[in-house]
Nanobody, 122 residues
Framework: QVQMMESGGGLVQPGGSLRLSCTAS????????MAWFRQTPGKEREWVSS????????YYKESLKDRFSISRDNAKNTLYLQMNSLKPEDTAMYYC???????????????WGKGTLVTISS
């Protein structure tokens, strides 16, 4: 049974940083492109970033690329998202995803995590 568990969310003041983690089990982690999505109430889930199987290629939503950094540790079956200079508009539920392509489409996700809530507020 595949399980993906995010952690690291919380309440942070604007300008602060957070590091999200996602630990996977029940799948061959290195066989999957990994990604982060986020969603706010009433809006569609949006793609944030993707990373290739061995981490040599990374992709970002254009508006986030200067503040967010994705990485992975295949030995630990763990995906990370470092988020800096956080803004109130970054407030969302963040989900990790195992994918088979770089489309960034939710329909191309093989497995989802349950999400971790990030709140940016003073």
């Amino acid at each position: 049974q595949v399980q993906m568990m995010e952690s690291g969310g919380g309440l942070v003041q604007p300008g602060g940083s957070l590091r999200l983690s996602c630990t996977a089990s029940g799948l061959t982690f290195v066989d999957h492109i990994m990604a982060w999505f986020r969603q706010t109430p009433g809006k569609e889930r949006e793609w944030v970033s993707s990373i290739s199987w061995y981490g040599d290629s990374t992709y970002y939503k254009e508006s986030l690329k200067d503040r967010f950094s994705i990485s992975r540790d295949n030995a630990k079956n763990t995906l990370y998202l470092q988020m800096n200079s956080l803004k109130p508009e970054d407030t969302a539920m963040y989900y990790c995803a195992a994918m088979s392509d770089f489309s960034g489409r939710p329909g191309s996700v093989d497995y989802w995590g349950k999400g971790t809530l990030v709140t940016i507020s003073s």
